[in-house]
């Protein structure tokens, strides 16, 4: 991991998880399993992915107390003290999951972790926050870690994106074209996404009180000002919205993940063939 960390006490990663999935038929998606090698979800992946990252010293997760799933759907995410757990780095990670109800909106539940984070941790306003949708479970940890190691050399706000490479076409309510936008320099923004907690904090909270709707962070960065640099996303971190979404998810997880990592590992040793 990058030398960067060493002057901090390690990473804080938050996973905004309060939506109610409006655009999801089957209930709501982060609930559905997934990982049928582990008997995981959607949320489960996430959280397990954020525990692996080593650098990572709290795990955040922004929370709907009114959902049908509540507090119930999130005992499973903790250490049970009426169960005897004997692996003691499970216990350990676990413990580095914590749970904040979130807010109406994901601006709001995120900046309701980023609230918690400060209360919890006085000197955290140079400190480096990761944040990835609940929804976007396809990840490995090695793609983040290197998205991480970007970020770092870089030492600016960053997001994972891909460039945009279909026709991209502007229709009327009767979806009939009107107008084609060129795609020259137009990138689709994915998450991770990672920011020093000052820039973020103060982003949000700018756009909270003026009353700015924003869809992600780096648009919060955006509008108060700030620098935000693009590092090339993944094809298969694809976010879970529909029902085929899941279908797709669900392949990528347990049928084509083992083919990305062993291209993964031929990328990494192709300059020793």
Known sequence: MNEELSKNEGLFFIIPAAGNSTRFNEGN????KIDYENNFDVLQ????????????KKVIV???RNSKHGKE???????DPSEEITNEELINNLKKVDFVEGGSSR?????????????????????????HDAARPCLLMYDILEFINKTLDSNESSIMALPLVDTLKKVNEDRIIEETIPRENLWV??????????I???????CIENK???????QAIELKGHKCRVHYGRPYNIKITHEMDMTVAKCIINHIERYILEDVEFNKNKDQI
């Open 107 to 131: 601006q709001e539940t995120v900046f309701n972790c980023l609230k918690y984070l400060k209360n919890e941790n006085k000197n955290i306003r140079d400190e480096w926050i990761i944040i």
């Open 45 to 56: 992946s996430v959280i397990y992915l954020a525990m692996s990252i080593g650098a990572v």
């Open 189 to 198: 923004a994915q998450t991770p996404q990672m920011f020093k907690f000052d």
């Open 62 to 64: 922004g929370y709907n």
């Open 29 to 32: 998606k982060i609930f559905e």
């Open 212 to 218: 700015l709707h924003i869809t992600d962070e780096s």
């Open 73 to 79: 759907s999130m005992r499973g995410y903790r250490v």
């Open 200 to 206: 973020v904090f103060n982003s949000l909270m700018y």
